[in-house]
């Protein structure tokens, strides 16, 4: 059974850092792309970043030059590094696998459970 288990989140003031964790365990094979999301209350769910195993990276304009994504291939582990937060920043954090290739086929939209990221002012 393939899981994604987020981590690291937690309450930091504006200007502070955390840094985001997702593992992804099973019978993995590959996956290409993992990608971080993120949802406020009362917001929809948005996209915050994303990365391949070739490093190509993709960000959201609203954390460019702030957050950075990076990924342990050998370890299926995306993390995410995210400096000078701010209180918009509070949501909570996702990371998602579009698709993962196992032992046993293709698995797709894989999600972790999500680590809750607090900013205060």
């Known amino acids: 059974q393939v899981q994604l288990v987020d981590s690291g989140g937690g309450l930091v003031q504006a200007g502070g850092s955390l840094r985001l964790s997702c593992a992804a365990s099973?019978?993995?094979?590959?996956?290409?792309?993992m990608a971080w999301y993120r949802q406020a209350p009362g917001k929809v769910r948005e996209f915050v970043a994303a990365?391949?195993?070739?490093?190509?990276?993709n960000y959201a304009d609203s954390v460019k030059g702030r957050f950075t994504i990076s990924r342990d291939n050998a370890k299926n582990t995306v993390y995410l590094q995210m400096n000078s937060l701010k209180p918009e920043d509070t949501a909570v954090y996702r990371c998602n696998a579009p698709e993962i290739v196992t032992d046993s086929g293709l698995l797709y939209d894989r999600w972790g459970q999500g680590t809750q990221v607090t900013v205060s002012s």
């Open positions: 990365m391949t195993t070739a490093d190509r990276t």
């Open positions: 099973g019978s993995i094979l590959s996956i290409d792309v």
